[in-house]
């Protein structure tokens, strides 16, 4: 057959390729069908062949699944590198750098940090002091430092040593027994309390300070 004066061509195309069901129950693998008036073209995808039957001879058409290609993976743009951050600084490293802005022995620095909370940034007292240098939450704020940032943290306990220091022309103890019993005490007695832990404290500082040396 051939199509002769067609009034209208609908062209349907599948790029996988599909079947045409038969009436009869046939299935014929097809690239494309064109379907005009009361005819149907079936490309066989053998050169430009094509066969022609009446319309009415095809069922159905059914897409072929088997060949149907995965669509192309999207491609990704590739994701920068996540930028590097810098190693955090170990409890002895931040107490050099502390002790070396403010003017003081390092071996002091590190002293009092051990003493205060053995190197560790997350240490918490009874009391609420925070951190390396076991900073009071309104000695922070008065110093403006986040006690939970250990660099902060370690910068203004430093300032306040160094602080305390210039307060007692330099006398250690003085400022040590400030340090952990506060100004006031250190006042109110003209010297290191007498209070066990401040008096043990002050020792331990000197001793472990002086073995430094």
Known sequence: MRFVGLLMLVVSSA????YA?????????????????????????IGNGFIEMAA??????EPDLESVQPA???VQPALAPAPMTAPALKPEDLADAAADKYGLPRSLVRSVMAAE???NPKAVSPKGAIGLM?????SAQMLGADPNDPVQNVDAGARYLRDLLVKYNGMLWHALAAYNAGPGAVSKYNGVPPY????NYVSRIDREYKKSN
């Not at 038969?22 to 490309?43: C, F, K, M, P, Q």
């Open 15 to 18: 790029v996988a390729g599909e």
């Open 196 to 199: 066990r832990e401040t008096v």
């Open 21 to 45: 069901v038969l009436s009869g129950g046939a299935r014929l693998r097809i690239d494309r069908h064109e379907v005009g008036g009361a005819t149907v073209r079936l490309y066989t995808g």
């Open 72 to 74: 192309s993976p999207t």
């Open 56 to 61: 009415n001879t095809v069922d159905r058409f």
């Open 134 to 138: 076991q900073l009071m939450p309104g």
């Open 117 to 119: 909370s053995g190197f």
